[in-house]
């Protein structure tokens, strides 16, 4: 980079004084001023993370991960083989419209210092995220949406019609205080939770705001900061930050192919872990680890938080008893969800936990949201009685099986020096590129390419660098394109070789 070019950057870059901010956050507020000051021009290029990195001194995951941030809030955009650039439709205010009104010309008083009042900032805590237009990328790889050819449209239509029905309103319009609707409660507990041969009582069932509500009370009732909480490394980013609310100890766990390694277990008060689907390496615990699992949770006194991912997904093998089924001393507290397979958006989850946990966690949610929505609650209670759910799981199921096949089969092709190991179930991919390969630099990468995928340094707590796993999310994109995306994230990669020198495999291999 040419010297007075550099110092134009340096200059239209520098951090502000924000030591409240993280200094990705710091990055994309400096980005932004220039933007809505004008500095920087809708279609104006940017530096190359990697130039950008070494002007300010920073590392080069906070500037990819700052420019991935600004594209998913629609400041930057990615182009084919050029790079990254302001979006033209960066600035829809006016400079004046955009000043804050508070510090205008002509006003007095200066606003609260918002970055120095927030205790604990959690701007820097790493999340799934995708930009808010993520449907307009034609290949969409990422957690959280769910295509809607598979919604079923009329037999939830027909379930929310029958909760409106007069004779039905005495059954969920009172308030319920820290109650739930009972239909629901009996219908997990008579239904769903036999299926993964949990049997409870109804007072030991919580509905929740799904499986991340869930995480977020039980820390709320159970962690302190001197609480040693274990985690899967890799895991589930969203159970982690949830937990970070109350700051606990972390206690990192190793995963391999066979899904938690329970040998060598480090001290903790609680575990949490997605045994069904390893989240997000897919893997299934084996039903000796579970075993060896609980004992050692007996040995070393420790409670097991179980989120049963996506148990319901399984295409091949005989499905693995839930933790909580081979319980015997009440050391597993039990997390499922009851709509993630219908779609992530109704946020229904639950808990199964000893009544005496569970009456607390009752207080706790009652003080946050009182209840989840009663109405929501009654209409997937008819949805589960009349059958839908069943019929809906096994439409997934089938669509799911298919799309991982061909994603299988198109990583094979055009991703050949990629390894991955087709899952039994779920519904995504976890990828390992080759060392050089930096996923969040190639997710900034294929976004060029119409390809949005889940770089894999969210998913650790201790992230390696540069990190080169990333995650396929099939939920939403449909089978027609798979190909498609995983030949466009292909073209990609070949971008970032050149860049970086190295050469890939010309053929496909197996796995």
């Known amino acids: ?8 950057w340096a200059q239209l870059f520098a951090l502000p004084d924000q030591p409240g901010l993280p200094l990705q956050g710091r990055l994309r507020a400096a980005v932004v001023q220039a933007i809505l000051e004008d500095r920087l021009s809708p279609g104006a290029p940017l530096p190359s993370s990697r130039e950008l990195a070494a002007l300010l001194g920073l590392s080069r995951n906070t500037v990819t991960s700052a420019y991935l941030q600004l594209m998913d809030e629609g400041f930057l955009e990615a182009r084919p083989r050029s790079g990254v650039f302001v979006a033209h439709n960066a600035r829809p205010l006016t400079a004046e419209l955009a000043e804050p009104l508070v510090g205008r010309s002509g006003q007095s008083g200066q606003p609260p210092e918002w970055s120095a009042r927030v205790l604990r900032s959690q701007l820097d805590r790493p999340t799934l995220s995708k930009p808010d237009r993520w449907r307009d990328y034609p290949y969409p790889f990422v957690y959280g949406t769910y295509d809607p050819q598979l919604f079923p449209t009329e037999d939830f239509r ?15 319009t009172p308030d319920f205080e820290t109650d739930d609707v009972p239909d629901l409660i009996e219908q997990i507990r008579t239904r769903l939770l036999p299926r993964r041969g949990v049997f409870a009582l109804k007072e030991e069932i919580l509905v929740t705001l799904g499986a991340q509500h869930a995480c977020y009370l039980l820390a709320e009732a159970l962690f302190d900061e001197h609480t040693r ?12 930050n949830s937990f970070a609310m109350r700051n606990p100890k972390w206690v990192e766990i190793e995963v391999d192919e066979e899904g938690l390694v329970v040998d060598a277990l480090p001290a903790a008060d609680y575990l949490f872990c ?50 909580k089924s081979l319980d015997k001393t009440g050391r597993v507290i039990y997390v499922g969800s009851v709509s993630k397979s219908l779609s992530p958006a109704l946020r229904l989850g639950f808990i199964v936990a000893p009544r005496a946990l569970i009456k607390e966690l009752r207080v706790i949610r009652h003080a946050m949201v009182r209840h989840p929505s009663a109405f929501l609650q009654h ?37 050949p020096d990629f390894e991955f190991k087709l899952p039994s179930g779920g519904a995504s991919i976890w990828v390992q590129a080759p060392s050089w390969v930096d996923a969040a630099e190639l997710a900034l990468m294929a976004r060029s ?15 390696p660098y540069p990190c080169p796993f990333f995650r396929l999310r099939l939920s939403s994109i449909a089978a027609a394109q798979i190909p498609a995306g995983i030949r466009a994230l292909g073209m990609a990669v070949q971008e970032l070789a050149q860049a970086r020198g190295e050469s890939l495999s010309a053929g496909p291999r197996t796995h």
């Open 1 to 8: 980079m040419h010297n007075s070019r550099a110092i134009q």
């Open 229 to 240: 909480v274990g985690l899967e490394e890799p895991g589930h980013p969203h159970a982690r």
């Open 449 to 463: 390419h119409g390809v949005l995928i889940e770089a894999g340094d969210v998913f650790f707590n201790k992230p």
């Open 274 to 323: 997605t045994p069904s689907h390893q989240s997000p390496t897919t893997a299934t615990l084996s039903l000796e680890r579970r075993q060896w699992l609980l004992r050692k949770a007996e040995l070393q006194d420790f409670v097991i938080i179980e989120d049963d991912y996506e148990a319901e997904n399984l295409y091949e093998g005989t499905p693995m008893p839930a933790l």
């Open 158 to 172: 027909e379930c929310c019609a029958r909760s409106l029905a007069r004779s039905q309103l005495p059954h969920w």
């Open 379 to 415: 209409a997937y209670a008819l949805f589960l009685s009349l059958g839908h759910h069943e019929s809906h799981a096994r439409r997934v199921n089938h669509a799911m099986q298919e799309r991982l096949a061909l994603a299988a089969q198109a990583l094979r092709d055009h991703l």
